[in-house]
C-alpha cells in the first residue's frame, strides 16, 4: 500500500505560479512512477504529468507542456510539480498518483495509488 498526501494548493492569480508537493512514505517509492492529474468541476479526470521512477522520463499533456515541470527526489520520497504562467482553465483538484508500471499512457487506470487531492483555483 502506498499512502499519497499532495499539498501546496491555493488561490493565485492567472500568471502566477504554484509548486504541488505529493509526500509518499515508505521504501517502495522509488520504484514508482509518479502523475499528477487533475479534475474540474463536471469534467472527467485529466492527466497533467508523469515522471519515471528514476526521473530520467517525463510526460506532459500539451495543455500544460512548457509552462509544468515534475520533478522528483527519491531519497524525500516527494515528486513536485512546478507549475507556471498559470491560467483560469488550469482551476482544478489536483491529484497524485502511484503507478508500478514503467511504461504509461496517462490513463487514470494505469496508476494504483490516489491521493486526496489539493485545490488550485486561478483567478483572472
Known amino acids: 500500500q502506498v499512502q499519497l498526501v499532495e499539498s501546496g494548493g491555493g488561490l493565485v492569480q492567472a500568471g502566477g505560479s504554484l509548486r504541488l508537493s505529493c509526500a509518499a512514505p515508505?521504501?517502495?517509492?522509488?520504484?514508482?512512477?509518479m502523475g499528477w492529474f487533475r479534475q474540474a468541476p463536471g469534467k472527467e479526470r485529466e492527466f497533467v504529468a508523469a515522471i519515471s521512477w528514476s526521473g530520467g522520463r517525463q510526460y506532459y499533456s500539451d495543455s500544460v507542456k512548457g509552462r509544468f515541470t515534475i520533478s522528483r527526489d527519491n531519497a524525500k520520497n516527494t515528486v513536485y510539480l512546478q507549475t507556471n504562467s498559470l491560467k483560469p482553465e488550469d482551476t482544478a483538484v489536483y491529484y497524485c498518483?502511484?503507478?508500478?508500471?514503467?511504461?504509461?499512457?496517462?490513463?487514470?487506470?494505469?496508476?494504483?495509488?490516489w491521493g486526496q487531492g489539493t485545490q488550485v483555483t486561478v483567478s483572472s
Open positions: 515508505g521504501r517502495t517509492f522509488s520504484s514508482y512512477t
Open positions: 498518483a502511484a503507478s508500478a508500471r514503467t511504461v504509461i499512457s496517462g490513463r487514470p487506470y494505469e496508476f494504483d495509488y
